[in-house]
């Protein structure tokens, strides 16, 4: 057998092979995976090369459709997984393939028509074999140990199509409690460790905890199969009505600098290796500037406006995760106003990708569109063709495209435009050199039953249930019977109430602890308690429900009956806590004379046990604010969307950026 003659690193170890069809080579007392079967070790397949001379040996020996569909990123679905569909079915989701095209002739996450249908998914055996196709986004949410034995299912597959090359599996995040869990932005609730919201580690101010957080995270997302997060948000909440607000770490520059930095070494190390998660941060060059926060998602939402000449407040954080190594950056969907650049979507924005994030920053990893530039939010190139389209953000320097699965329009595009190539085989290196820094063509497969094991233990989610203990924030703590309100005094007889409108429309929900572990006497009625407790949990409408109205942030407009909190504060001395998933105006509930509001918390994602952890004092409280909070609807109204609210003036704010306080 012939060994490849290109000079070998000779310090590297010998790696442990998983392989399922590809047979095993043996060269020089060392084994390679003979991913090609053609019965020799060629450079791509020996693990002593480097990856940039791997990549570079393998894109020689890819086709034209074979790259065009190795530039796609698109949703892939397990058995009886149903994504983007309506269905009656009540089978489980399990680790066999979805064989069924899913070609829809709306846009998945707005449901506006499109011009042309869009394959959002292909079966997956027709993904792999015909369109070639090695980078997928998994949606669905079954157990840890359904998960690894699917990927392991799709990394065979891959394994005996054509070259070898194995597949990379992202996901969206898959650890946090979130409002708005919905395809596209965050999974919600799963078998993972459950931590904050991004706010609320945000609010922890506490960077090794962070770490921690992200490192765990890994594990259980290597366990699992998963090898690529479609996260984390560098974008700036300046804009307080946004409706992506709950996925950033708030309106600082520095303080998300400090958090995207923590996160990107937790998950992928030092550098990418064979135990790394590898990061897409998102979204360049800063989404939070949205005019009257709506999304870009939608046509009234794609204006990106730098009123406050902000811009390069906005880059501070993706400067920390090009410093961190982040393995990819997605772009915005937004066209930027108020700026020098071209008023066009960034996707399209060659004087944004090459002159000022390849050239002036010096990122030279991997540029993810976000899903749907082409077919869906096309900003300001809806005149363009496809084609066209495609030419354009190739040409602005986009390397792989999330959205369709179907690569037919782009392989048109690189046969009518072959000078494009050049071009198309760097997005290939990069992409490759990601899939060889993984170690995932030495060995894509894992353990369900260790995944089984490690993915939410007992050990982990300690971690995380202390994170959530110091992601809450008290800012106010009132003098009652002569003594500070918070702590609760002990056998403190309270009204526990979530405060947010049911299905039913009910104003709340009584909380009474089924383990009762405060020394507090949890009552049935207000009559009965010594305190009421009021967890407000204000829920905006969904990103993906929006409708194009203006966009409100107080309580009233947000899914909670204010007369019914005034009622209870009437009724005795109480303590509000506020979840804020955006920067809520709480004026109708509380000012800062209210008599009988005694304490003032807030949360961005966390558990009853952990806000009882705090009012009865077993937790100290230590939580800063990520952001400020508007003193009334006038205010949030008239915010600078590229201004951080304690930029905005003394009369702005209520609760101000880094506020908090202990016992």
């Known amino acids: 057998m012939m060994a490849c003659n290109q000079s070998k690193t000779t310090s590297k170890t010998q790696p442990e092979l998983g392989h399922r069809s590809a047979k095993i080579l043996n060269v020089d007392h060392l084994q390679f995976k003979d991913l090609n079967q053609n019965g020799k070790l060629d450079p791509y397949e020996d693990w002593r090369l480097s990856s940039t001379e791997r990549s570079k040996d393998l894109v020689t020996r890819m086709s034209l459709k074979q790259k065009a569909g190795f530039m796609l990123i698109s949703t892939t679905r397990m058995e009886n997984d149903h994504t983007f569909e309506q269905t009656t079915s009540s089978e489980p989701v399990s680790s066999g393939f979805n064989e069924s095209d899913l070609v829809m002739d709306q846009n998945m996450f707005t449901r506006v028509k499109l011009d042309y249908p869009n394959m959002f998914a292909a079966g997956t055996t027709k993904a792999v074999t015909e369109f070639h196709e090695r980078h997928f986004i998994l949606r669905a949410n079954p157990s840890a140990k359904t998960i690894a034995q699917w990927a392991n299912n799709l990394q065979a597959l891959c394994e005996s199509d054509g070259l070898g090359i194995p597949a990379i599996i992202a996901s969206n995040p898959r650890n946090h409690i979130t409002m708005d869990a919905s395809a596209g932005l965050s999974v919600g609730k799963t078998d993972f460790s459950i931590w904050p919201g991004e706010l609320g580690l945000a609010a922890m101010r506490d960077f090794e905890l962070t770490r921690d957080f992200a490192d765990i995270a890994r594990q259980e997302w290597v366990a699992a199969g998963l090898r690529k997060g479609y996260m984390y948000m560098a974008d700036l909440c300046t804009e307080p009505r946004w409706q992506r607000t709950e996925g950033t770490f708030g309106e600082d520059a520095r303080l998300t600098a400090n958090m995207i930095r923590e996160v990107i070494l937790g998950f992928q190390g030092d550098s990418l290796n064979s135990t790394s998660v590898a990061l897409t941060t998102k979204h360049f060059p800063g989404g939070g500037a949205t005019e009257g926060g709506q999304d870009p998602h939608f046509a009234w939402g794609k204006r990106e406006i730098f009123e406050g000449g902000m811009l390069q407040n906005n880059l501070i954080p993706f400067k920390a995760a090009i410093e961190a190594g982040t393995s990819s950056i997605m772009p915005y969907y937004s066209i930027p106003i108020n700026t020098k650049y071209p008023e066009v979507a960034y996707a399209f924005n060659k004087p944004v990708l090459q002159g000022l994030l390849r050239g002036e920053m010096g990122f030279d990893g991997i540029i993810n569109s976000d899903t749907g530039p082409i077919d869906m939010m096309p900003w300001g190139v809806e005149d363009l063709s496809m084609m066209e389209r495609y030419k354009k953000s190739i040409e602005a320097g986009v390397n792989i495209f999330s959205g369709s699965a179907d690569p037919t329009v782009l392989i048109e595009t690189l046969e009518t435009y072959p000078e494009l190539m050049p071009l198309v085989d760097k997005s290939v290196e990069r992409l490759l050199k990601e899939k060889f820094d993984l170690g995932l063509f030495e060995n894509p497969y894992v353990s369900p039953e260790k995944a089984e094991t490690i993915v939410g233990n007992k050990e982990f989610q300690k971690k995380a249930d202390l994170a959530?203990?110091?992601?809450?924030?008290?800012?106010?703590?009132?003098?009652?019977?002569?003594?500070?309100?918070?702590?609760?005094?002990?056998?403190?007889?309270?009204?526990?109430?979530?405060?947010?409108?049911?299905?039913?429309?009910?104003?709340?929900?009584?909380?009474?602890?089924?383990?009762?572990?405060?020394?507090?006497?949890?009552?049935?009625?207000?009559?009965?308690?010594?305190?009421?407790?009021?967890?407000?949990?204000?829920?905006?409408?969904?990103?993906?429900?929006?409708?194009?109205?203006?966009?409100?942030?107080?309580?009233?407009?947000?899914?909670?009956?204010?007369?019914?909190?005034?009622?209870?504060?009437?009724?005795?001395?109480?303590?509000?806590?506020?979840?804020?998933?955006?920067?809520?105006?709480?004026?109708?509930?509380?000012?800062?004379?209210?008599?009988?509001?005694?304490?003032?918390?807030?949360?961005?994602?966390?558990?009853?046990?952990?806000?009882?952890?705090?009012?009865?004092?077993?937790?100290?409280?230590?939580?800063?604010?990520?952001?400020?909070?508007?003193?009334?609807?006038?205010?949030?109204?008239?915010?600078?969307?590229?201004?951080?609210?304690?930029?905005?003036?003394?009369?702005?704010?209520?609760?101000?950026?880094?506020?908090?306080?202990?016992?």
Not at 482 to 489: D, G, R, S, V
Request: glycine share 6%; with cysteine.
């Open 468 to 663: 959530m203990r110091k992601s809450i924030v008290l800012l106010r703590n009132e003098m009652h019977q002569n003594e500070k309100t918070l702590p609760l005094e002990p056998g403190t007889k309270v009204y526990f109430e979530n405060c947010m409108k049911s299905k039913d429309n009910a104003p709340g929900q009584v909380i009474l602890p089924d383990q009762n572990k405060w020394n507090l006497e949890f009552v049935e009625t207000p009559e009965k308690a010594d305190i009421i407790l009021l967890w407000i949990v204000p829920k905006s409408k969904a990103l993906f429900d929006s409708d194009g109205s203006p966009l409100y942030l107080s309580l009233s407009q947000n899914n909670v009956d204010v007369e019914h909190i005034r009622q209870l504060v009437n009724t005795k001395p109480t303590i509000l806590s506020i979840n804020f998933s955006n920067p809520w105006v709480i004026d109708e509930v509380y000012q800062p004379d209210s008599e009988n509001i005694k304490g003032v918390l807030a949360t961005f994602g966390t558990t009853s046990e952990a806000l009882l952890d705090v009012v009865s004092g077993a937790f100290n409280p230590t939580g800063k604010m990520p952001f400020s909070t508007p003193v009334s609807e006038e205010k949030a109204q008239n915010q600078q969307a590229d201004v951080p609210g304690y930029m905005e003036g003394d009369d702005y704010a209520l609760f101000i950026f880094d506020e908090g306080m202990s016992y």
